[in-house]
């Protein structure tokens, strides 16, 4: 499957933003789809993903404040990012894995066999 990631941008600390990714291939139901980011000089980083039948798993530093959702029909994947800080400022990936139970697996970078290109979130102070 190939992925294309879109909408990053620039927001105030405290604001909102909503990425997409939009999925290429037949059988986008059957994957597991993530969200990812890497900040300049750190490792790439579990943010949130989702099933086909939209359970979801998000990492803790999210949760409550990033929200996963999935349009099969239109073969994209999105992610609302509500009061954003400062520190989120990243490049922000989404990803596709083969279908497993949720769980920490999903969380596994190693485990993401396709990759979009990445889009840029820059949280201003």
Known sequence: VQLQASGGGLVQAGGSLRVSCVASGRTFGSYVMGWFRQAP??????????????STYYAGSVKGRFTISRDNAKNTVYLQMNSLKPEETAVYYCAARPW?????????VYEYDSWGQGTQV???S
């Open 100 to 108: 497993s139970k949720p769980g920490a697996g999903w969380a596994n």
């Open 41 to 54: 000089g750190k490792e790439r980083e579990f943010v949130a993903a989702i099933s086909w039948s939209a």
């Open 122 to 124: 820059t949280v201003s």
